[in-house]
Every structure is written in C-alpha cells, then in structure tokens.
C-alpha cells in the first residue's frame, strides 16, 4: 500500500531533550516535506527536500532540522523543543517536485512541557 | 508575500444543498493551486488543483473549483452537499520560485442532515 509513515504517533516530552520525528515514503516520491498544524493559523511549512541531499527553509524553520540521507526518509529532529514547538506535526511527499499533489502522513502530536 | 486566505472559519450547509468554501491568493506569477480535505485524527487527502487550461476543475467526491484570476480566488464547489462531507478544508498555493507551499486557516464545513 503506497504510504507515508511517521513515528512516533504521540510524543510527550520535556524542554530541551532532544527528540526525531521520522518520516517515510515507499513511493519513490522526490519532493518530501515537514509542516505543523496549529489552531488558527492552518499548515506551516517547515522544511521541504526537492530531492536527496537537496533540503530548505520552509515558512517556519527555527528549532528545527532536516535531513534526506536517502529518498524515502526525512527526519524531523527537534535539537532543544520549546514549548511553543507544541503542536501537531504533518509530513508528505509528491512525485516530480513540487507540481503535483502531496500524499501527507497520520500526523506526529508533539507535546513539549 | 505569498499567502492564501480562507475567510470563513466555518460554513453551514443542509444536506442537499450546494456549499462554497471560499479561498483568495496572493502569489507571484501563475499560481499553483490545491484544495486539501483532513477528516477527523487523519492527515490531509488531496482533493483537486489548478496547473493551468479551463477554469473549472473537477476533483475527488464530486468536488470542483473555479479559478478566477481577475478576482485572485479559487472557491470550492459542490452541487448537493452530503452528512459525509463534513470536514476541514484547507487551500493551498505553491510558491513558485521557491517550490514551498502556503495553506490557508482551513475552514470547517459542517453539513446538517
């Protein structure tokens, strides 16, 4: 079944302990990409990869890291969560770039007290 | 700036009755265009978009849009809305020099029976 997987589905953690959010793809897709959904204000893009070893800035990239090592996976690292980094965390993938529709991930809810 | 807006944060509709879920852009260039559903603990599924051709788009469950480029919008559209249809939907526009995405606030639809 063509997907996009993350890990874990819930997270609850503490001020500074850093943390991964993975993220994979098996549908060969280019064009990966990392968002948060916060009450009010919709998606937020945070980072996006055109392809391996090829990732930028998206909308709201502070306190975050990425990494696209191989093309079916793209990390979301959080090196020191804050609390404002609370929220509900989306990754999705499309094929060719960024022309075509994103297939989008369960979603990661993150809890940082 | 790129940005999309969502004016609604909600719309009411009967069972039946055609619904509107209103979306405006501001984008450089031609604009890319998506129209995203989340149903309820579930990640977004894509629903139709706007490359370019005829303004009208027909997508997933009956759905369509109109692009409207004199007017910067791209509403949704249904002719006889369903209980099922019930769910937050989101636009979103590709920025095109940068290959990132804006989304809208979503707005929730709630069909009545």
């Known amino acids: 079944e063509a997907q996009v997987t993350q890990n874990p589905r819930y997270l609850i953690t503490v001020t500074g302990k850093k943390l991964t959010v993975t993220c994979s793809q098996n549908m060969n897709h280019e064009y990966m990409s990392w968002y948060r959904q916060d009450p009010g204000l919709g998606l937020r893009q945070i980072y996006y990869s055109m392809n391996v070893e090829v990732t930028d800035k998206g909308d709201v990239p502070e306190g975050y890291k990425v990494s696209r090592k191989e093309k079916r996976n793209f990390p979301l690292i959080l090196e020191s969560p804050s609390p404002n980094q609370t929220s509900l965390y989306f990754c999705a993938s499309s094929y060719g770039g960024a022309y075509n529709e994103q297939f989008f991930g369960p979603g990661t809810r993150l809890t940082v007290l | 700036a790129q940005s999309v807006a969502q004016p609604e944060d909600q719309v009411n509709v009967a069972e039946g009755n055609p619904l509107t879920v209103k979306c405006t852009y501001s984008v450089s260039g031609n604009p890319y265009l998506f129209w995203y559903v989340q149903y309820p603990n579930r990640g977004l599924q894509f629903l139709l978009k706007?490359?370019?051709?005829?303004?009208l788009v027909k997508g997933s469950y009956g759905f369509e849009a109109e692009f409207n480029k004199s007017q910067t919008s791209f509403h949704l559209k249904k002719p006889s809305a369903l209980v099922s249809d019930s769910a937050l939907y989101f636009c979103a526009v590709r920025d095109n020099n940068f290959n990132k995405f804006y989304f809208g606030s979503g707005t929730k639809l709630n069909v009545k029976p």
């Open positions: 706007y490359i370019t051709g005829d303004n």
